[in-house]
């Protein structure tokens, strides 16, 4: 039905954003979280190979896949060090992509999402924000806990260029801003202008990712400044 209807519209660009994306999620059910995010890539991918119109697919995947790094920042030739069920099933669709890839030579760019954040209540920054006006603790793996936030509307404005990047081999690229914001700083901003008090209860996760620490020149290169 996927590969159909790609070809009834004759579809060029596909931009696989589809996932279960949320972490503690995957902690609770990591098979579930396997099975949405690498069954739906490699549906995605063959549909986009029989289609026989795409031009180019864009998979969203995640910084995550990094795990611990022994340095900052790091560079899309780091090591998949991932070892959370998330983590994971973002490794897994990244080796089907480039699978597709290298076997049906279909162009493909893997990009590792850092924050995204917009005026939608699933992204990060509004999460919290939700939690400390609702007198919640907001949870924090680090202090302080780095991002590379990137607006939505911005990685509209940057996703031709993406498409157009897709390249043999693969190409893989981080895709984040340009500037490190913590959530202690977001959520220290919240505090002032609401007048609520910001709880951060510290929760220590074993060889997770520090999200601010992806290298961003790669991504500067075919987009431009964030």
């Not at 972490?23 to 549906?43: C, F, K, V």
């Not at 995550?64 to 780091?78: I, N, R, T």
């Not at 500037?179 to 609401?194: H, N, P």
């Amino acid at each position: 039905l996927l590969s159909e209807s790609l070809a009834r519209h004759e579809v060029e660009v596909v931009f696989h954003l589809a996932a279960q994306a949320i972490t503690s999620a995957a902690q609770r059910d990591p098979i579930g979280t396997l099975d949405t995010n690498i069954r739906g890539t490699w549906n995605v991918l063959e549909a986009s190979r029989r289609a026989g119109s795409v031009r180019a697919v864009v998979l969203a995947s995640s910084v995550k896949v990094y795990g611990a790094q022994p340095g900052l920042p790091f560079s899309e030739d780091a090591p998949l060090n991932g070892c959370q069920p998330y983590d994971a099933s973002k490794i897994g669709a990244e080796l089907i992509s480039s699978t597709y890839h290298r076997a049906y030579e279909l162009p493909v760019v893997i990009t590792r999402l850092n924050t995204i954040y917009g005026d939608g209540r699933m992204f990060l920054p509004m999460i919290n924000m939700a939690m400390i006006m609702t007198d919640r603790e907001v949870p924090a793996r680090w202090d302080p806990m780095p991002h590379m936030p990137i607006h939505a509307d911005e990685m509209c404005e940057q996703l031709e260029a993406m498409l157009n990047a897709a390249s043999f081999p693969a190409t893989i690229v981080n895709w984040g801003g340009d500037e490190i914001v913590t959530l202690q700083e977001w959520c220290a901003m919240v505090g002032e202008w609401s007048g609520k008090e910001v709880k951060i209860n510290m929760r220590p996760v074993p060889n997770a990712t520090r999200t601010g620490g992806s290298d961003q020149t790669k991504r500067r290169s075919i987009t431009g400044p964030s």
